[in-house]
């Protein structure tokens, strides 16, 4: 995506992490995207947009599922 501010990933209690950039910015960047990701926009607060893309959910999902080992793992040591 070409987006020339940049774009951070945040924690959300929804989706787990997300991205977020200037609402302009990053509108201009997924229309002109080339990287055949598909981009979902979660939402437009103010100057802000955040999104996510197939790729990250995928991550998040890993993410979500090592963490459910984990505390299934913590549960059985205690």
Do not use: W
């Not at 995207?33 to 100057?47: E, F, P, T």
Request: charged share 25%.
């Amino acid at each position: 995506m070409g987006v020339n501010k940049a774009v951070s990933m945040v924690e959300s209690n929804l989706h787990t992490f997300m991205f977020e950039a200037d609402k302009k910015e990053a509108d201009a960047g997924i229309r002109n995207s080339q990287s055949g990701a598909v981009y979902k926009i979660i939402s437009l607060k103010n100057r802000t947009m955040s999104f996510t893309c197939n790729p990250l959910k995928e991550l998040v999902r890993e993410f979500n599922d090592l963490e459910d080992a984990y505390r299934a793992q913590q549960d059985q040591l205690v």
